[in-house]
Nanobody, 122 residues
Framework: QVQLVESGGGLVQAGGSLRLSCAVS????????MAWFRQAPGKEREFVAA????????GYADSVKGRFTISRDNAKNTMYLQMNSLKPEDTAVYYC???????????????WGQGTQVTVSS
């Protein structure tokens, strides 16, 4: 069974930075395409960023492009999301996801973490 555990969330002022981590256990990270999603109160879960299993190609939501960077370290079985120039609208619970497919829809991913709260104050 694959387990994903997020960490690194917290409270930060607008313009600040945070780095989220997603530790994977049970199977090698290299087996999966990985992604970050987020969900704000009263809203649907939305795609943030994804990174492919093989060549590490990346994709981002327009709302975070140029501010967030997704990366993976297969040797450490860990994925990261570096978030810079944070805005109050980035406030949400952030989830990491793993799957054999890659895309922008939550249903394309097989495994999920429990989420980590990110709160950006104005």
């Amino acid at each position: 069974q694959v387990q994903l555990v997020e960490s690194g969330g917290g409270l930060v002022q607008a313009g600040g930075s945070l780095r989220l981590s997603c530790a994977v256990s049970g199977r090698p990270l290299s087996m999966y395409n990985m992604a970050w999603f987020r969900q704000a109160p009263g809203k649907e879960r939305e795609f943030v960023a994804a990174i492919s299993r093989t060549i590490g190609s990346t994709g981002y939501a327009d709302s975070v492009k140029g501010r967030f960077t997704i990366s993976r370290d297969n040797a450490k079985n860990t994925m990261y999301l570096q978030m810079n120039s944070l805005k109050p609208e980035d406030t949400a619970v952030y989830y990491c996801a793993a799957g054999v497919r890659v895309g922008v829809v939550p249903g394309e991913y097989n495994y999920w973490g429990q989420g980590t709260q990110v709160t950006v104050s104005s």
